[in-house]
C-alpha cells in the first residue's frame, strides 16, 4: 500500500524564502528519512528521524515528527537556487516489517534565483 | 564516506538484450542492498531487497526470471535485466546500507535504460 503522500506536489519560491514539505503516512514506523533528488540522479540522504524522536536540524534544515498525527515536515531555511531538486520522504517500517523504505511522491521545489 | 557507484549511467540496446547493471559500495560494506525502479516524475519503486550470499528477496509483480539480482558480496550487487523489451525502459537506481534498517540508505547515481 502506498505510504508517504507529500505535498504540496509542486513548490515554487524565490531565492532566500523558507520551503517547507510536509509528509504523512500510515503505518506504524521505525524512523522518516528524508531524501533529496537532482534531476536523473540518485537520491541524497538528507536526515533521519527516529520515531521516539521529535525534531531533528542538520544546517539549513529542519525536520519535524509527529507520530499521533503520522506526519513529518522538512524546513529548508534561507533557500538557494542550489536547492532546487525534488524531495522524497520515506518510511522505515518496524523490524517485523522488514527492512524497506517506502517512499512518498515527492514534492518538486524551485528555488527561483 | 558512504559512497555508491553505479555502472553504467546509461544503456542503449535492441530489444531482446539482456543488460547487466552494478552496485557497488565503495567505503563500506553494505549488509543490504535494494534495486529500485522510477518512472519519470514518479517515486520509486523498490523491485527488490538483496542480503550478500542469500537469495534476493522480490516485491510482488515483480518477475525474478526477468529482473536477476545477484549479491555476492558485500561491496557489490547485479542486477540483470534478461531479454529486455521496451517496456523495461526505465531508470534503475540500487541503493546500499551498512548494517541495521535504522541506518540510512546509500544511493547511486542510477541507469538510465532504454530499449529500443
Known amino acids: 500500500s502506498q505510504q508517504g503522500e507529500e505535498d504540496p506536489q509542486a513548490l515554487s519560491i524565490q531565492e532566500g524564502e523558507n520551503a517547507t514539505m510536509n509528509c504523512s503516512y500510515k503505518t506504524s514506523i521505525n524512523n522518516l528519512q528524508w531524501y533529496r533528488q537532482n534531476s536523473g540522479r540518485g537520491l541524497v540522504h538528507l536526515i533521519l528521524i527516529r520515531s521516539n524522536e521529535r525534531e531533528k536540524h542538520s544546517g539549513r534544515l529542519r525536520v519535524t515528527l509527529d507520530t499521533s498525527k503520522k506526519s513529518s515536515s522538512l524546513l529548508i531555511t534561507a533557500s538557494r537556487a542550489a536547492d532546487t531538486a525534488s524531495y522524497f520522504c520515506?518510511?522505515?517500517?518496524?523490524?517485523?516489517?522488514?527492512?524497506?523504505?517506502?517512499f512518498g511522491e515527492g514534492t518538486q521545489l524551485t528555488v527561483n534565483p | 564516506g558512504a559512497v555508491v557507484s553505479q555502472h553504467p549511467s546509461r544503456v542503449i540496446c535492441k530489444s531482446g538484450t539482456s543488460v547487466k547493471i552494478e552496485c557497488r559500495s565503495l567505503d563500506f560494506q553494505a549488509t543490504t542492498m535494494f534495486w529500485y525502479r522510477q518512472f519519470p516524475k514518479q517515486s520509486l519503486m523498490l523491485m527488490a531487497t538483496?542480503?550478500?550470499?542469500?537469495?534476493?528477496?522480490?516485491e510482488q509483480g515483480v518477475e525474478k526470471d526477468k529482473f536477476l539480482i545477484n549479491h555476492a558480496s558485500l561491496t557489490l550487487s547485479t542486477l540483470t535485466v534478461t531479454s529486455a523489451h521496451p517496456e523495461d525502459s526505465s531508470f534503475y537506481i540500487c541503493?546500499?546500507?551498512?548494517?541495521?534498517?535504522?541506518?540510512?540508505?546509500?544511493f547511486g547515481d542510477g541507469t538510465r535504460l532504454s530499449i529500443l
Open positions: 538483496s542480503n550478500e550470499g542469500s537469495k534476493a528477496t522480490y
Open positions: 520515506a518510511t522505515g517500517g518496524e523490524e517485523t516489517s522488514g527492512s524497506r523504505l517506502t
Open positions: 541503493s546500499a546500507r551498512e548494517g541495521q534498517s535504522n541506518q540510512p540508505q546509500h
